[in-house]
């Protein structure tokens, strides 16, 4: 149980880093890019940071490519507030499996 709680504890914080860094890129698709190549100068910075800010950074950057300025801000946000709700669950689960224990 306490495996489980570890792995849903730094899965919600992962996906709340990548919240705050969803809503970076809802600001300004230039500060996002530079943003992250800022924390990943290096190769090897790139794969450790991936799972703190790498789906976003994919996602953001996919949906740039594909679609204009105001589709992928609408997009986005729903990207955000998934990814909340999801980190959300993950702490309230986490709580639980503690109260248990």
């Given amino acids: ?10 899965l919600a914080a992962f996906l709340l880093f990548n919240v705050l860094f969803a809503l970076l890129y809802i600001l300004s ?3 996002g890019i530079g943003f992250y190549r800022w924390i990943t100068h290096d ?3 790139d794969i450790l940071s991936f ?3 790498g789906l976003t950074q994919w996602a953001a950057s996919s949906i740039y ?5 105001f589709i992928a801000r609408v997009l986005l946000i729903l990207y955000t507030i998934l990814i ?3 980190s959300i669950v993950s702490f309230i ?4 499996l503690e109260d248990i224990r």
């Fill in 1 to 10: 149980m306490e495996l489980i709680g570890t792995i849903l504890f730094a």
């Fill in 29 to 31: 698709k230039s500060a």
């Fill in 43 to 45: 190769g090897l910075l």
């Fill in 51 to 53: 799972p703190i800010i």
């Fill in 65 to 69: 490519e594909r679609y204009n300025w």
């Fill in 84 to 86: 909340f709700m999801l």
């Fill in 93 to 96: 689960v986490f709580g639980y």
